[in-house]
């Protein structure tokens, strides 16, 4: 049963549909995932297209829109009159980066940073839209589990939310620099003295036997809605036109799913002409998604895998959102990639020089996987392309600084320095 009544929330919510089977739901009557189908019929939140597409003025929107995610309300399923986060999500630049696509022979490239966020992650913009919904069924206590970014944006915005209280579970072994950022956000957090999976499965339990708002991956619907608003701001951003090609990093396939979802969306609007080809990257570490992508499976077919690579953020044994993720790639005719982690971490210095844009391993992951889809004529030199990068740099210290190599240890003396800077070719 759901929390939500029917009467509480938009109209414009036609249906909750189960990405499994078809299954159609009213809005009051699931919260989570098909009663059907299970954790693996996820639901998408499809709404009255007529009624919006002569409803809604995309070029009004542009003019008058707010500088965050909530200047697509009217795409969003929560009432516009609706309390959301303070805290400015979304809205996030988007930059052309001319010496990558020089390097990389392409026509053009646009970085979307969406580590520009409050807390750092693309995250953000999923925790934004499910407080919204909290606070919109007077639930003031949200909780999810992680070991990373979805944690931290949950928690920082909670913070910045007075009625909301913010439960994490995280397995014990998280490493400790992403419990610091919950622990300073002041959530509750929960070290699980067992798995990601145990954690999960609690964190679950714990939000039926409660009553609590689950923010969990894969379970509840507003996330994919929530991350979405990046695809509509990237197709804004670009004056409504599309680009070819958009890559993104996927560990439990959320973020594209999302993305699909935004640009499926502007596509029954009829705000944009064309799809594009969404490509997936994975760390070879942690390829789920690329295998079954590769081997033609259907989602109930895919099984878990144990997992290890330097980006913690697309680690994922067994991605909750695969039924979406697999959908989106397919849908969209584009493709998984896999990259290996000496490749990622080689990225993270090779973007943001190019670009200037400092990103985590994960994100940086997109990076390499562009490199990648290039090397296997998947991406062709005259298309355009947009990389999606999800996570700041400052996330991860340690393995930014083991992706470059040392500075110039000097004496604290003038000649010493001129010295230095000639042997680094500087005088
Ligand atoms: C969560 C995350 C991803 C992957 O997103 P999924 O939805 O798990 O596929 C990629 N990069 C960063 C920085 C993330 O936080
Ligand atoms: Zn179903």
Redesign the pocket.
């Known amino acids: 049963m759901s929390v939500f009544q029917a009467d509480a929330v938009m109209a414009e919510i036609k249906t909750l549909r189960c990405v499994i089977g078809g299954c159609a739901y009213a809005v009051d009557e699931v919260a989570y995932t098909c009663p059907r189908h299970g954790e693996l019929g996820t639901l998408d939140i499809l709404y009255d297209y007529e009624a919006l597409r002569s409803s809604l003025d995309r070029d009004a929107l542009t003019l008058g829109g707010s500088s965050d995610c909530w200047r697509y309300r009217a795409l969003l399923p929560i009432a516009s009159e609706s309390r959301v986060p303070p805290l400015s999500v979304g809205w996030t630049p988007l930059y052309e980066a001319p010496r990558i696509a020089a390097l990389l022979g392409l026509k053009r490239v646009w970085v979307k940073d969406d580590?520009a966020n409050p807390t750092g992650?693309?995250?953000d913009r999923a925790s934004a839209l499910v407080l919204a919904r909290a606070l919109e069924a007077g639930i003031n206590v949200v909780s999810t589990a992680s070991t990373?970014?979805?944690a931290a944006a949950l928690a920082g915005l909670g913070a910045s939310l007075p009625a909301i209280k913010t439960v994490i579970f995280v397995p014990a072994a998280a490493p400790a620099a992403k419990v610091a950022q919950l622990l300073v956000y002041g959530a509750q957090v929960l070290l699980v003295d067992g798995s990601y999976d145990d954690a999960f499965e609690l964190c679950l339990a714990i939000c039926e036997e409660q009553g609590w708002y689950s923010r969990n991956?894969g379970v509840n619907p507003f996330t994919t809605e929530g991350?979405k608003t990046v695809a509509l701001e990237i197709a804004e951003q670009l004056s409504w036109n599309a680009p070819d090609v958009l890559v993104?990093?996927?560990?439990?396939?959320?973020?594209?799913?999302?993305v699909h979802k935004g640009f499926s969306d502007l596509m029954r609007l009829g705000w944009i002409e064309r799809m594009p080809r969404l490509i997936g990257v994975q760390a070879e570490g942690s390829a789920v998604l690329a295998e079954a992508f590769d081997a033609g499976l259907a989602p109930e077919d895919i099984s878990r895998q144990p997992v290890a690579t330097i980006?913690d953020?697309?680690a994922?044994e067994l991605?909750?959102?695969r039924a979406k993720?697999l959908r989106a790639v397919r849908q969209s005719g584009g493709a998984f990639v896999r990259v290996s982690d000496a490749a990622i971490s080689a990225a993270i210095p090779k973007f943001a020089q190019l670009s200037g844009v400092f990103?985590?391993p994960?994100?940086a992951?997109a990076f390499a996987g562009l490199e990648r889809a290039l090397q296997l004529k998947i991406i062709q030199a005259e298309e355009s392309v947009c990389l999606l990068s999800?996570?700041n740099g400052l996330?991860d210290i340690a393995r930014a600084r083991e992706s470059v190599g040392g500075g110039i240890a000097v004496a604290a003396d003038i000649a010493a320095v001129r010295g230095a800077l000639g042997s680094a070719g500087l005088l």
């Not at 993104?248 to 999302?258: E, R």
């Open positions: 580590g992650s693309l995250k990373g970014n979805a991956t991350k993104a990093s996927v560990g439990d396939g959320s973020i594209i799913s999302g980006a953020s697309i994922s991605p909750r959102d993720a990103a985590e994960a994100a992951a999800t996570g996330k």
